[in-house]
């Protein structure tokens, strides 16, 4: 009652539930009582039994992280949750905490916060792949900040370790080094074009620049030489996919034309919500105008629709109420923008799904894309330029990259150097599966697994020609990272470099249940699908679990301790997410 239904802890006070709990109490011989002080202590263990399953459950996981923050009276929650796909091939989501916030919210003290929460479950640094924030300035700098700490210690961690390995070379065995045959690499400083010579022949579009020669430089010589140790933590970051269509709306809703309508439909709106008009609607059997609010776009397009929908009643009272009349341009806007508006609107919600990949996110994406680009308006016009300008944030991502090249139904999206980036990510995230499984990196054999043709082709809507529009114009150029050498990293590398090019499956297919089926033909790729399905491409899971917030602080309970309003807030999130 306390912590599930937002019940008061005095409630155990209250003269009616007394009345209720008092005779079963006495049908025990009173042997034991029901107050505050132990319902408080109970809430207190249970919190505590909650963040020790989760311990268990986490443990030697690769794992995403979704933050969020949100205010309720005078107090300022920062929520952190956990998912990845279990054993069972099920996408799991759990609340970490929900932490009270007290000092100014910037992007060092977050991180502080999130570390804390990190320690307090034993979760290492490989372990968190992503982080899923929204777009707020102070959300990207801490993860920005977390993923500059991960390298630093990783960087003072292996420079010790090179230390000890210089002043002790003769004694380290053969079979802790992986070496690759020097005759690969020229002497020297590589050149784009020695590095460029080493991945085969690259055509003009593809070719590495000197931008990206000192990482891709830095994949090849950390090859040469790997000293068993702890793997390199990956983390980054991920812009919430539904927050970032938000401001592409917005973005696109801020030209004067469109602000011009909206303020005008939002008069003709207040006017017909005033008790007179809206006694008139109910009597003629009509629904409500309904108002927006203005940091939300979808409000909006409900407003305009409805007040569509109440069109005629609006031109039968407009003689009496001179904010109803809206001449015929207006009309028309109106519905212009709706069309426009109306592709987003049902990406929108279908972005509010708790178990959305990344490679689902992407199809929602191209989908409103493709429609919005039919319509004949300049309102659809500015939102196709705002996603173009901020989709190139969510797409430009290496974890991004990564899960779509291994998802069939978008692998064709990607050129030769996101293919590139997206194998070299995928090896750093075996590496650590291997290393959080065993503790070394892997030296078992690995076999390579036939790629299956397996494609789809029941449904053949407008997406679906536009894919295969697109799919059919790629180039079937080979960015492969093979080497000659037999060692473990370079069978993982060809398995990897193996499901290139691979049969297109339909962009309907469900994606879970296709890599659920390679559990035993691709048991390696099926790894790495699993974790990186399990990569959230928004955080509506955190938004969700503060609708709890207005139970739990409501205005007769705002004197909570922190403590206390902590342990509540984490029972009620996770008895939720079973």
């Not at 599930?4 to 025990?28: A, Q, T």
């Not at 309508?261 to 109910?282: D, H, M, Q, W």
């Not at 249940?513 to 928004?538: D, F, G, Q």
Request: glycine share 2%; charged share 25%; with cysteine.
């Amino acid at each position: 009652m306390v912590t599930v239904n937002g019940r008061p802890l005095s409630i155990v006070n209250d003269s009616g539930f007394k009345k209720i709990i008092n005779p079963i109490l006495e049908s025990f011989g009173n042997t034991f009582s029901i107050n505050q002080r132990n319902v408080r202590k109970n809430v207190i263990e249970t919190a505590n039994l909650v963040i020790s399953d989760l311990k268990n459950l986490v443990k030697n996981r690769i794992l995403s992280l979704k933050i969020d923050g949100a205010t309720r009276l005078d107090k300022s929650i920062l929520g952190i949750n956990v998912q990845f796909i279990s054993d069972e091939s099920t996408h799991v989501v759990k609340t970490l905490a929900m932490i009270e916030l007290t000092e100014s919210h910037t992007a060092n003290y977050l991180k502080k916060k999130v570390l804390e929460v990190l320690n307090k479950y034993d979760i290492k640094q490989q372990q968190i792949l992503t982080i899923t924030t929204d777009s707020a300035c102070n959300m990207v700098k801490m993860v920005e900040c977390m993923s500059n700490i991960e390298r630093d210690e990783f960087l003072i961690e292996n420079n010790n370790m090179e230390s000890i390995s210089n002043d002790t070379t003769e004694h380290i065995d053969d079979e802790n080094v992986e070496t690759v045959p020097m005759d690969n690499f020229p002497e020297g400083r590589l050149c784009p074009e020695e590095i460029n010579g080493l991945l085969g022949e690259l055509d003009t579009e593809t070719t590495i620049d000197h931008l990206q020669l000192e990482n891709i430089e830095m994949e090849f010589l950390t090859d040469i030489h790997i000293v068993v140790n702890e793997p390199k933590p990956v983390t980054v970051s991920i812009r919430c996919s539904a927050h970032t269509l938000q401001l592409c709306i917005e973005d696109a809703l801020k030209t004067r034309n469109s602000s011009l309508i909206i303020s005008k439909a939002r008069s003709a709106v207040k006017k017909l919500r005033i008790p007179t008009v809206a006694g008139i609607l109910k009597k003629m059997k009509q629904k409500g105008a309904i108002i927006d609010v203005e940091t939300r776009w979808c409000s909006k397009f409900d407003m305009l629709k409805r007040l569509l929908d109440l069109k005629s009643t609006c031109v039968d009272l407009c003689d009496t109420f001179k904010e109803l009349k809206l001449t015929e341009n207006e009309w028309s806007s109106i519905e212009k923008m709706l069309q426009a508006l109306s592709p987003a609107k049902t990406a929108t919600i279908e972005l509010q799904k708790e178990t959305l990949t990344l490679g689902d996110f992407f199809g929602v994406w191209l989908k409103c894309y493709t429609c919005t680009k039919l319509v004949d308006s300049g309102l659809a016009n500015d939102i196709i330029i705002a996603m173009d300008t901020r989709g190139s944030v969510l797409k430009n991502n290496s974890v991004f990259l990564a899960a779509i090249y291994l998802d069939p139904r978008f692998q064709w999206y990607l050129s030769q150097t996101d293919k590139y980036a997206a194998k070299l990510l995928l090896k750093d995230i075996w590496t650590i599966i291997m290393w959080l499984e065993t503790g070394i990196e892997t030296e078992s054999n690995i076999s390579v697994p036939p790629i299956e043709s397996f494609v789809d082709d029941s449904l053949n809507d407008d997406l679906e020609q536009y894919i295969r529009s697109q799919s059919s114009a790629s180039d079937s150029l080979d960015l492969s990272f093979s080497f000659q050498n037999s060692n473990s990293m370079s069978d993982i590398r060809r398995i990897i470099d193996d499901f290139d090019n691979v049969p297109r499956l339909h962009h309907s297919t469900n994606i879970l249940e296709y890599w659920r089926n390679c559990i035993n033909s691709k048991p390696e790729l099926h790894k790495l699908a699993m974790v990186l399905l399990a990569v959230p491409a928004t955080q509506v899971s955190v938004e969700r679990a503060f609708s709890g917030l207005k139970f739990i602080l409501s205005d007769l309970r705002s004197s909570l301790k922190t403590d206390m309003l902590e342990n509540i807030l984490m029972i009620r999130n996770n008895h939720t997410f079973k």
